[in-house]
């Protein structure tokens, strides 16, 4: 089994910044593509940014220049640098990994349980 806890959310007021951060731990062989989805109140889950094992990143328009993905490999671990935060930006934050088990075993997707981020004056 697969665990992601995300950890770094809170209340910011506008302009302000937090750093989400997710790590994966349990039996994992590897991991590919890692990211950052978030649901606001009465609305779908989005993709905010992904980034692949080598470092490519992708990021949805409305966060673009303001929101930095990275991840650290060896510790299993991304991170969400968000800058200049909006109130649109409020929403629960999901971590979510693509994750083989083993060599042989195709990947799965895991999510993490959800950091709330509150952005208000």
């Known amino acids: 089994q697969v665990q992601l806890v995300e950890s770094g959310g809170g209340l910011v007021q506008p302009g302000g910044s937090l750093r989400l951060s997710c790590a994966a731990s349990?039996?994992?062989?590897?991991?590919?593509?890692m990211g950052w989805y978030r649901q606001a109140p009465g609305k779908q889950r989005e993709l905010v940014a992904v980034?692949?094992?080598?470092?490519?990143?992708n990021y949805a328009e409305s966060v673009k220049g303001r929101f930095t993905i990275s991840r650290d490999n060896a510790r299993n671990t991304v991170y969400l640098q968000m800058n200049r935060l909006k109130p649109d930006d409020t929403a629960v934050y999901y971590c979510?990994?693509?994750?083989?088990?083993?060599?042989?075993?195709?990947?799965?997707?895991?999510w993490g349980q959800g950091t709330q981020v509150t952005v208000s004056s």
């Open positions: 980034i692949s094992h080598g470092g490519t990143s």
């Open positions: 979510n990994a693509d994750v083989h088990t083993s060599w042989y075993a195709p990947s799965y997707n895991y």
């Open positions: 349990g039996s994992i062989f590897s991991i590919n593509a």
